[in-house]
């Protein structure tokens, strides 16, 4: 079956380290794939996304990177701050067929900024 | 410019019986999806409405059910409630397409079954 999961389910840094967050996903047929940040007592909040028509996308301070040879997802947060520590779920959408609109989350991963 | 709000912020019910949560989408917003979110777990879908109606749906049983209105907010019904339904549901909102639009979520229902 389809599955999207992750490889460390916490990681510690220091404060201006960065991140890097992995995710291995099965289904070669996805087209979407997304980063959620979760912080608690809240909903998911969408981070980044990328197209499997991409390798690379960049945003303020994050950067995902995706390997489809491996079905390989990374998320890296630049100079990561306190602020950044949460809980970081990677997920994964085919359009149409029968997957339409349905995202399939992985298991998520802690991140600690220690100042 | 309000994005996903979700009704109540909490709730606490007993086994056996029925409770409906609400959602109102991001504005612009016409699709709503909704999650079921285990303690230490990702969401997991539970179906989508498009249209004021059922689009597409995860692997729940019938006890879970849902409505989508003309203005495009939703309810989610769960009946005969077990202990395993506690946890945080999840409604996202996107715009119509062709299923890579990104779902945006709101805070959640905790709801806690006894």
């Known amino acids: 079956g389809e599955s999207v999961g992750l490889h460390l389910p916490t990681l510690s840094v220091q404060e201006g380290d960065n991140s890097i967050i992995n995710c291995a996903y099965s289904n070669s047929a996805s087209d979407y794939f997304i980063w959620y940040k979760q912080e608690s007592g809240k909903g998911p909040q969408f981070i980044i996304d990328i197209r499997s028509n991409m390798d690379k996308r960049q945003g303020q301070r994050v950067t995902v990177l995706l390997n489809k040879t491996v079905k390989h997802l990374s998320l890296q947060i630049a100079a990561t701050q306190p602020g950044d520590s949460a809980v970081y779920f990677c997920?994964?959408?085919?359009?149409?067929?029968?997957?339409?609109?349905?995202?399939?989350f992985g298991q998520g991963t802690i991140l600690t900024v220690h100042p | 410019d309000a994005g996903v709000t979700q009704s109540p912020t909490h709730l606490i019910k007993t086994r056996g019986q029925q409770v409906t949560l609400r959602c109102s989408p991001k504005?612009?917003?016409?699709?709503v999806s909704w999650y079921q979110q285990a303690l230490g777990q990702g969401p997991q879908f539970i179906f989508q409405y498009y249209e004021e109606e059922e689009r597409q749906r995860g692997n729940f049983p019938d006890r879970f059910s849902g409505h989508q209105f003309p203005n495009y907010s939703s309810e989610l019904n769960v009946n005969a409630l077990l202990l395993g339904d506690s946890a945080l549901y999840l409604c996202?909102?996107?715009?119509?397409?062709?299923?890579?639009?990104?779902?945006?979520f709101g805070p959640g229902t905790r709801l806690l079954v006894l």
């Open positions: 997920a994964e959408k085919r359009a149409g067929g029968t997957s339409y609109g349905k995202l399939t």
């Open positions: 504005s612009g917003h016409d699709t």
């Open positions: 996202a909102s996107s715009l119509p397409g062709l299923g890579l639009e990104t779902q945006y």
